[in-house]
């Protein structure tokens, strides 16, 4: 029976500091962070990022949010690509851009770096149009400016980041926030501001 006993508290020390290796690992591990939080395309994002001297990380939640890092994704309301623009959005994000090309849909489908073009232009529109309020910007890019700033003028929703729970009438837009902001902070821990 001792030498059971004995054999049992081994164990049992030796899967404490497993564990408590595995948690540490997993803590403080900047290598496992990334393969928690991978940041796809991660070149384009920073350059179209930069362009639009956004925060690439905060790019890169949108995106992981959106469709995460697929390509050709289209959603039931017709948003496409990895950033999910509507057609008619990113029609006119490139005519306020003037860009020598114009993309077809199918190639704002189906290509990472000019959705992250067009998306980064469009999301910087939004944080200009709602004078610097990403978290507005960010509701906005899921719901439409003209949902986001009709709650802002009645007052359904201050535009802040700790209401947006309990405000937002969107339940999508409610989650989609928390959601963006959740990775947007898991990013800066891992990657650095």
């Given amino acids: 029976m001792n030498k059971l006993m004995r054999i049992?508290?081994?164990?049992?020390v030796l899967l404490v500091l497993f564990l408590g290796f595995m948690f540490v690992l997993f803590v403080q591990s900047q290598w496992l962070g990334r393969w928690m939080y991978p940041i796809h395309?991660?070149?384009?994002?920073?350059?179209h990022a930069a362009?639009?001297?956004l925060d690439p990380l905060l790019v890169a939640a949108i995106i992981r949010v959106e469709t995460n890092y697929?390509?050709?994704?289209?959603?039931?309301k017709g948003a496409i690509g990895m950033m999910q623009l509507m057609p008619t959005t990113a029609d006119w994000a490139m005519k306020q851009m003037k860009l020598r090309k114009m993309w077809t849909?199918?190639?704002?489908r189906r290509e990472a770096d000019p959705n992250i073009q067009?998306?980064?232009?469009?999301l910087r529109s939004l944080i200009k149009q709602y004078?610097?309020?990403?978290?507005?910007?960010?509701?906005?890019?899921n719901a439409g400016p003209g949902n986001v700033s009709e709650w802002l003028r009645s007052n359904k929703w201050d535009g802040t980041l700790e209401s947006a729970k309990?405000?937002?009438?969107?339940?999508?837009?409610?989650?989609?926030?928390?959601?963006?902001f959740h990775y947007y902070e898991k990013y800066k821990r891992v990657y650095g501001t």
């Avoid at 067009?118 to 469009?122: A, N």
């Fill in 8 to 12: 049992l508290r081994k164990k049992s």
């Fill in 41 to 47: 395309y991660e070149d384009s994002i920073r350059e």
């Fill in 51 to 53: 362009k639009q001297d």
């Fill in 70 to 76: 697929e390509i050709g994704r289209e959603s039931r």
């Fill in 105 to 108: 849909v199918d190639e704002l």
């Fill in 118 to 122: 067009i998306g980064t232009w469009y």
């Fill in 131 to 141: 004078d610097s309020n990403t978290v507005a910007a960010v509701a906005a890019y």
């Fill in 166 to 180: 309990q405000q937002i009438p969107f339940n999508e837009t409610k989650l989609y926030v928390q959601r963006v």
